[in-house]
């Protein structure tokens, strides 16, 4: 494994609940920056000791991708992800109907033209529906 992804602070016994998320969030970053090369790695002569560590550190690893997709999973995540996507979709189509009032001011005939074909499609439902 990449030295410098892994955390040797995974052998240690973790006591508080802040040295706990700590460790997480690192094996979280180191997770994010792994390849499955980086776990397919043959390093022989390694001992048992690093093997244990390696061990200790993918499990730590492993814990902190479940623990990530399970929060996102839960309804409050999912509801927040719906609330972002809504809002995100929301600030487009605003953009989009700025940018196109924007092609009427400024004369444009394309613009003219499917504003011209939505009022006289928007007129003729109204008429048909009042002699409906």
Same mark, same amino acid.
């Given at each position: 494994?990449n030295?410098e @992804? +892994?955390s040797n602070?995974?052998a240690?016994p &973790? %006591?508080?609940k802040a040295e706990?998320?700590?460790?997480?969030?690192? *094996?979280?970053?180191a997770a994010?920056?792994k390849?499955?090369?980086?776990y397919?790695?043959?390093t022989?002569?390694?001992?048992?000791?690093?093997?244990s560590?390696?061990?200790?550190?993918?499990?730590?690893?492993?814990?902190a991708t479940?623990s990530e @997709? +399970?929060?996102q999973?839960?309804p409050a995540? &999912? %509801?927040?992800?719906?609330?972002?996507?809504?809002h995100?979709?929301? *600030?487009?189509?605003?953009?989009q109907t700025?940018?196109?009032?924007?092609?009427?001011?400024n004369?444009?005939?394309?613009?003219?033209?499917?504003?011209?074909t939505?009022?006289?499609?928007?007129?003729?439902v109204?008429i048909?529906?009042?002699?409906?």
């Amino acid at each position: 494994m990449n030295p410098e @992804l +892994t955390s040797n602070s995974s052998a240690l016994p &973790l %006591t508080s609940k802040a040295e706990k998320d700590d460790a997480l969030a690192k *094996a979280r970053l180191a997770a994010s920056l792994k390849t499955a090369q980086d776990y397919e790695q043959d390093t022989p002569n390694r001992s048992i000791a690093e093997i244990s560590a390696d061990l200790a550190q993918v499990r730590l690893e492993l814990s902190a991708t479940v623990s990530e @997709l +399970t929060s996102q999973l839960t309804p409050a995540g &999912l %509801t927040q992800q719906a609330k972002t996507q809504a809002h995100h979709k929301l *600030a487009d189509l605003k953009t989009q109907t700025l940018n196109f009032k924007n092609e009427i001011v400024n004369g444009n005939p394309q613009a003219w033209k499917v504003l011209l074909t939505i009022t006289a499609g928007i007129a003729g439902v109204l008429i048909w529906r009042t002699f409906k």
